[in-house]
């Protein structure tokens, strides 16, 4: 199969399999007589095991390392599961930052309910702009103009 059509039957952009190329997570596939660079089925599983592996939220670093694991004849379950382990810890992080934030939004939504007035006084704004410098919209200073 040429880059493009094998790029369509794995459902990636074609420049995807060069940069995957580039990162070492597909071999240099071999070239046609005319240049063209020819993948097989190997690549057509090894390309949809990166896109699966890319949904679940592993790096491509990660997929880089799973793969190494794949193909290490020491390696064992255990060892794919610590790195499945690991990445969920790295989910559980995001899903308490993203509850944070979605408490923090709701918080400032609520300050500015009923205000119909100028954006000067808008309380979302101010506490975006507030020069105490914690960073934290959830803090409650960012809330005292209410």
């Known amino acids: 199969m040429t880059r493009s059509e094998?790029?369509?039957?794995?459902?990636?952009?074609?420049?995807?399999?060069?940069?995957?190329?580039?990162?070492?997570?597909?071999?240099?596939?071999?070239?046609?007589?005319?240049?063209f660079r020819l993948y097989d089925e190997r690549y057509v599983d090894r390309l949809r095991f990166i896109r699966r592996a890319k949904e679940l939220g592993f790096t491509l670093?990660?997929?880089?390392?799973?793969?190494?694991l794949r193909v290490d004849d020491e390696a064992t379950c255990r060892d794919v599961r610590a790195q499945a382990e690991e990445k969920?810890?790295?989910?559980?992080?995001k899903i308490e930052d993203l509850k944070r934030i979605r408490d923090a939004l709701t918080t400032l939504a609520e300050a500015c309910r009923d205000r119909v007035g100028p954006t000067s006084?808008?309380?979302i704004l101010e506490?975006?702009?507030?020069?105490?410098?914690?960073g934290d919209v959830?803090?409650?200073?960012?809330?005292?103009?209410?």
Do not use: K, M
């Not at 670093?61 to 190494?68: F, H, N, R, W």
């Open 127 to 134: 506490a975006l702009e507030d020069e105490s410098g914690s």
């Open 88 to 93: 969920i810890g790295e989910v559980e992080a």
């Open 138 to 146: 959830s803090a409650p200073p960012l809330l005292s103009g209410e």
């Open 121 to 123: 006084e808008c309380p």
């Open 6 to 35: 094998i790029a369509e039957r794995v459902g990636v952009n074609p420049e995807t399999l060069r940069y995957y190329e580039r990162r070492e997570l597909i071999p240099t596939p071999p070239r046609s007589d005319g240049g």
């Open 61 to 68: 670093a990660e997929i880089q390392g799973l793969l190494e």
